[in-house]
T-cell receptor, first 113, second 113 residues
Framework: AQSVAQPEDQVNVAEGNPLTVKCTYS??????LFWYVQYPNRGLQFLLK??????LVKGSYGFEAEFNKSQTSFHLKKPSALVSDSALYFC???????????FGKGTRLSVIA | EAQVTQNPRYLITVTGKKLTVTCSQN?????MSWYRQDPGLGLRQIYY???????DKGDVPEGYKVSRKEKRNFPLILESPSPNQTSLYFC????????????FGDGTRLSIL
């Protein structure tokens, strides 16, 4: 069965600095990987996905993610953090073959002015 | 506007009193799903539906029922709610396919006393 881990409950970064939110996964086949963001009192919003192809995926709001097959990781990155990026971030993985989407426990990002 | 609509957004009720949380999407999506979000546990899937009249259990189906009589609607039914079902619930929908991102409603906060 597929699984995903977000090793950090909380990440703090100063505004203007680069940010990284970590995610590792486990699947038996080829992974479909997603990042979502959740703002207070809202549902999850899709940021980006990796299906196949380039290891660096670009998404919404200037976010990107790097797929590393050997390390089974899919870390979320942004070159310059904004205070408005402060939110809860979820990594999710799906194995091939109509399997359920499995979410990590989430990482709370705080960007400090 | 493309959206997933959940009702109610907030509900406080008592143990044993049947309740239904409605979910409707206007994107003609085949796939719909219910999740619960609890602190430290991330999102866990309750039930999902690949299409009309097709439903399957997720990771935590006990105490819940669903139905999919129409493509746009996917209600979540708690026949006899208990306090351990106090949680934040999300409905999501997507097109069919492993690489399709899910669209989430804004959530329903249930408190069972």
């Amino acid at each position: 069965a597929q699984s995903v881990a977000q090793p950090e409950d909380q990440v703090n970064v100063a505004e203007g600095n680069p940010l990284t939110v970590k995610c590792t996964y486990s699947v038996s086949g080829n992974p479909y990987l997603f990042w979502y963001v959740q703002y207070p009192n809202r549902g999850l919003q899709f940021l980006l996905k990796y299906i196949t192809g380039d290891n660096l995926v670009k998404g919404s709001y200037g976010f990107e993610a790097e797929f590393n097959k050997s390390q089974t990781s899919f870390h979320l990155k942004k070159p310059s953090a904004l205070v408005s990026d402060s939110a809860l971030y979820f990594c999710a993985v799906r194995d091939s073959g109509n399997t359920p989407l499995v979410f990590g426990k989430g990482t709370r990002l705080s960007v400090i002015a | 506007e493309a959206q997933v609509t959940q009702n109610p957004r907030y509900l406080i009720t008592v143990t044993g009193k049947k309740l239904t949380v409605t979910c409707s999407q206007n994107m003609n999506h085949e796939y719909m799903s219910w999740y619960r979000q609890d602190p430290g546990l991330g999102l866990r899937q309750i039930y999902y539906s690949m299409n009309v009249e097709v439903t399957d259990k997720g990771d935590v189906p006990e105490g819940y029922k669903v139905s999919r009589k129409e493509k746009r609607n996917f209600p979540l039914i708690l026949e006899s709610p208990s306090p351990n079902q106090t949680s934040l619930y999300f409905c999501a929908s997507s097109l069919k396919g492993d690489n399709q991102p899910q669209h989430f409603g804004d959530g329903t906060r249930l408190s069972i006393l």
